[in-house]
């Protein structure tokens, strides 16, 4: 019996357990999760062994992961993408077959996927694969399943929790608040002290007004009322020219 | 006697001086403050919108005091020439008035600069950008300025494309994050406007979307006017103190 238990374990299963789990791109992406999407790594020289397989991406809440059933066919009510999340707990979507996932990848291209870019078959029920945009902000998780047929035959591990972007309110932003600046500050205190100055200087200048105070004596005078008087103490007349 | 006859000289001169720099820059300060009123800058509109254009007060009065200050002085002039008590008194008083108002105009410009926070515009871009019913007119010139200014100055957003995935929107209401993470406008653009790369600039791919955001195209002009009528009015009215002071001390002098 123990010499036929190897051989039954793989007839049972089936189905190949190939690494590495998917995951988010690498790439420096603004959008590798947005509020509905988000880009995974293509599963490049993973599925090399198996050419004539149809590459699915199942994507599941991360609750539901671990009860999805492999034998679930791709296009079918119970893995359509337009019932996702409910009743339909996991749907497969994005099939591809190893001519896409062509090995090794060429050095500098960005070889991604993003899940969730159809927008247009999202409500259409006559595409159950549609790769619509995700409903929430998750947790997911994905995994590619290789089908022969109807029949899976390699799969790879369900990816780590997925979270995607949630959005706040504008309202949230606060705007009040933002306090004075230094250079507001002094220009306010400067200027209101400088006024304050002047104001005194001309309550000053008119309470004193006529009072000899700094002024006196050494007044300045007004030019027009200067009058320089000569005065001529001799007069001198000319002197005749000839002087006898 | 002729010691303090120079002193009346060199203050007179020093007055005058005073004054003739005082005319000049009320010459430019009503030339700086046209310009800031009439320049058709680009954030005019965000700021026309949000009710909040005081510094295009602080510049409308900016222009009268500046054509104030070079009339007192041509007043304050004649004034200290002819040593006349009345004329001087005029001058000081009406100086005093023309210096509360640059005080004022100085003070609004410098406070309403520091309302610009970024988060000032952000708010108002969520709100109010590509909003699908537009309120007023003003909404339709938000989105225009916002659409232009993204496409000049090749920004996205106030502090980036992340904006829009931070934050519900106006924009986010009739537009699907799927199909737009952010505008249209934030890719790179080829000469007819469509995009060079749709699903680059939709993925966030460098070189196929802007990445940086606009608050700095936005900022930098409007800190420029602000700047310019608070500091260069601050500075006229330092040198205006002086100048009144040394006025004041010498009105108390003249003989009456």
Request: charged residues 15%; glycine residues 8%.
């Amino acid at each position: 019996l123990l010499p036929l238990l190897p051989l039954l374990l793989p007839a049972a299963h089936g189905i190949a357990q190939l690494g590495p789990r998917p995951a988010l791109t690498q790439e420096q992406l603004e959008g590798v999760t947005t509020a509905s999407t988000f880009v995974l790594e293509q599963p490049r020289c993973v599925f090399e062994e198996y050419g004539n397989a149809v590459i699915w991406l199942v994507v599941a809440l991360d609750k539901d992961a671990s009860n999805f059933n492999n034998s679930a066919g791709p296009g079918t009510p119970e893995t359509e993408f337009q019932s996702f999340p409910d009743p339909v707990r996991a749907y497969m979507t994005l099939n591809a077959t190893l001519g896409s996932y062509p090995c090794p990848k060429p050095p500098g291209d960005i070889t991604v996927l993003r899940v969730g870019s159809e927008t247009s078959c999202a409500q259409d029920v006559s595409r159950p694969t549609c790769n619509g945009p995700l409903p929430g902000p998750g947790p997911y998780r994905v995994k590619f399943l290789a089908l022969e047929g109807s029949v899976p035959v390699a799969e790879t591990a369900w990816s780590v929790p997925i979270t995607l972007r949630t959005a706040k309110s504008p309202s949230s932003i606060p705007t009040t608040g933002s306090g004075h600046s230094a250079g507001m500050i002094a220009i306010t205190a400067i200027l209101s002290i400088l006024f304050a100055i002047l104001l005194a200087a001309l309550v000053a200048m008119l309470v004193f007004w006529g009072s000899d105070s700094c002024g006196g004596s050494s007044a300045f005078s007004k030019p027009e009322s200067v009058t320089v008087r000569r005065y001529n103490t001799h007069h001198v007349y000319d002197q005749p020219a000839a002087r006898l | 006697m002729a010691k303090s006859d120079d002193c009346i000289h060199i203050l007179q001169g020093l007055l005058v001086f005073g004054n003739v720099v005082i005319g000049m820059c009320g010459i430019a300060l009503t030339a700086e403050c046209i310009y800031v009123v009439s320049n058709p800058h680009g954030p005019y509109p965000l700021l026309k919108a949000t009710e909040n254009s005081d510094i295009y007060a602080a510049a409308w009065i900016g222009i009268f005091v500046g054509l104030a200050l070079f009339a007192l002085s041509i007043l304050g002039i004649i004034g200290v020439i002819k040593a006349s008590r009345t004329l001087l008194l005029v001058y000081i008083i009406l100086m005093l008035i023309t210096f509360a108002f640059e005080m004022a105009s100085s003070i609004t410009a410098a406070t309403h600069q520091d309302s610009l926070t970024p988060e000032f515009f952000l708010k108002q871009m969520l709100e109010r950008y590509q909003k699908s019913e537009p309120a007023n007119d003003s909404d339709n010139e938000i989105t225009k300025t916002w659409d232009e200014l993204m496409r000049q100055s090749h920004c996205c957003g106030v502090n980036g494309p992340s904006d829009w995935q931070e934050y519900t929107s106006a924009f986010r209401l009739t537009h699907s994050d799927a199909d737009y993470p952010w505008p249209r406008t934030c890719c790179v653009l080829d000469a007819k406007g469509l995009p060079v790369n749709l699903d680059g600039c939709k993925l966030g791919v460098p070189g196929y979307y802007n990445s940086n955001g606009c608050y700095d195209a936005i900022s930098g002009p409007v800190n420029t006017h602000a700047w310019g009528v608070a500091w260069f009015g601050f500075a006229i009215l330092c040198w205006t103190f002086c100048v009144l002071l040394g006025t004041m001390f010498y009105w108390s002098g003249i003989e009456y």
